[in-house]
């Protein structure tokens, strides 16, 4: 996630290995589907299991909405990555917490995923015509600004809807509830993606 012409996207979870993966590899595919080669995800965790592949429901999600859970291996989260990353996605506000503790100067890039897609529904509902032909990363390296200022209008009575709940160790329902929670704002973002590309893309 070095490269400064992509747009770097990181999703960050506690152990890497349920909800991160699936966020990382949906927006990947989705992403890849808008402009090949112009946004590139990652994922990590604030306790990784380090190594370990994606938990097997999981993957199974994953491939049943058009991603890869191959190749993965899970990370822990770095001073590093968060530097270089244009937008942090969360999967809930205490590990956004997490993310501005370990890097402070994240904190005006970093959401939790599921409010940076109400956020994006803000944007797209107030101005949110193409992005400029030239220069998709450079419009989407400066999301996070014009999302924050729209962030009033994303607010929730429950600050839980906030939150992709954990699965990990627990039964089928647990990872459904994950996926119901994950994928309508993963599918937004890629929404968002699609209805702003600049024309030809």
């Given at each position: 996630m070095e490269n400064s012409s992509n747009v770097r996207i990181l999703t960050v979870c506690t152990g890497n290995i349920c909800r991160s993966p699936v966020a990382?590899?949906?927006l990947q595919a989705g992403l890849d589907a808008v402009r090949s080669g112009t946004f590139l995800v990652a994922s990590a965790g604030t306790l990784?299991?380090?190594?370990?592949?994606?938990?097997?429901?999981?993957?199974?999600?994953?491939?049943?909405?058009?991603?890869?859970?191959?190749g993965f291996?899970?990370?822990?989260?770095?001073?590093?990555?968060?530097?270089?990353?244009?937008i942090v996605l969360t999967m809930t506000a205490s590990h956004r917490s997490a993310?501005?503790?370990?890097?402070?100067?994240?904190?005006?890039?970093?959401?939790?995923?599921?409010?940076?897609?109400?956020?994006?529904?803000?944007l797209?509902?107030?101005?949110?015509?193409?992005?400029?032909?030239?220069?998709?990363?450079?419009?989407?390296k400066a999301l996070?600004?014009?999302?924050?200022?729209?962030?009033?209008?994303a607010l929730v009575?429950?600050?839980?809807?906030?939150d992709v709940a954990d699965p990990y160790?627990?039964?089928?329902?647990?990872?459904?509830?994950?996926?119901?929670?994950?994928?309508p704002a993963v599918l937004t973002i890629l929404r968002f993606a699609h209805r702003t590309a600049p024309a030809g893309v």
């Amino acid at each position: 996630m070095e490269n400064s012409s992509n747009v770097r996207i990181l999703t960050v979870c506690t152990g890497n290995i349920c909800r991160s993966p699936v966020a990382e590899r949906m927006l990947q595919a989705g992403l890849d589907a808008v402009r090949s080669g112009t946004f590139l995800v990652a994922s990590a965790g604030t306790l990784a299991v380090v190594g370990a592949p994606v938990q097997l429901p999981s993957a199974r999600i994953i491939e049943s909405r058009g991603g890869r859970p191959d190749g993965f291996a899970a990370r822990q989260l770095t001073p590093e990555m968060l530097r270089g990353a244009d937008i942090v996605l969360t999967m809930t506000a205490s590990h956004r917490s997490a993310v501005v503790r370990l890097e402070p100067s994240a904190l005006k890039r970093t959401f939790t995923i599921r409010e940076f897609a109400r956020m994006l529904k803000a944007l797209e509902e107030r101005d949110a015509g193409p992005a400029p032909d030239a220069d998709l990363v450079t419009w989407w390296k400066a999301l996070p600004q014009r999302a924050a200022a729209v962030r009033h209008l994303a607010l929730v009575n429950d600050a839980a809807d906030n939150d992709v709940a954990d699965p990990y160790r627990l039964g089928p329902e647990a990872y459904q509830r994950m996926e119901d929670e994950l994928a309508p704002a993963v599918l937004t973002i890629l929404r968002f993606a699609h209805r702003t590309a600049p024309a030809g893309v």
